[in-house]
């Protein structure tokens, strides 16, 4: 006995698996599920946001109720009336520009690209400083305002730490007071700026 399919309309209309028809965008709320989840994310950024300083909340792109709800959590002493303010403060959250809040958080903890390439290179002159006097010349030449006194005690003084320190027993502190101040020398000759 052979079975014999129809072609019926119902079979035809049907859509393929793979036909487009399934690749556009669902059109179903998220689930409760993922809705905790971007809350959640959302109170942790604001946990983030409370632990920054006012002048990096300055910076950022908050709503004034935003940032105030913000520095009356930093200054909530009680635990419960905390986590209350942290949770608000997660609410308001849904209406700030989130993504551009995390990109200037993450720029701030990371640096720019730019920045931690800067730094390498201040590093990698600082050791060349400290290895070879040419290396003074040429830096002088390009910054004729350093005051190259100021610039030949750190050097002399980082070249003494670095003989003390290769001298160390194990457990003890390596010395780097100079070594930091040449480097914070050097950057300041790069970004006026950055001057501490």
Excluded: C
């Excluded at 009356?72 to 403060?89: D, K, M, P, W």
């Excluded at 830096?139 to 050097?155: K, V």
Aim: a neutral charge.
């Amino acid at each position: 006995m052979s079975v014999k399919l129809y072609d019926s309309p119902m079979t035809n209309d049907l859509p393929a698996p793979h036909d487009d028809a399934f690749d556009e965008i669902d059109d179903r709320p998220p689930s409760k599920s993922q809705v905790k989840r971007d809350m959640l994310a959302l109170v942790d950024l604001g946990r983030e946001l409370i632990d920054l300083s006012p002048e990096r909340l300055k910076q950022l792109p908050l709503s004034e109720r935003l940032h105030e709800s913000i520095r009356l959590a930093q200054r909530t002493t009680s635990r419960e009336g905390r986590r209350r303010q942290i949770h608000f403060v997660g609410k308001l959250m849904r209406d700030a520009p989130v993504d551009e809040i995390r990109a200037t958080l993450d720029t701030w903890k990371n640096g720019s690209r730019e920045q931690t390439i800067a730094m390498h290179k201040l590093e990698s002159m600082r050791d060349k400083l400290l290895k070879d006097d040419e290396v003074l010349t040429a830096l002088l030449t390009r910054f004729p305002s350093a005051d190259i006194q100021h610039m030949r005690t750190l050097i002399r003084e980082g070249r003494k730490e670095l003989k003390a320190n290769a001298e160390l027993r194990q457990g003890q502190e390596p010395q780097r007071k100079h070594y930091r101040a040449l480097f914070q020398a050097l950057k300041t000759l790069h970004d006026p700026d950055a001057a501490e």
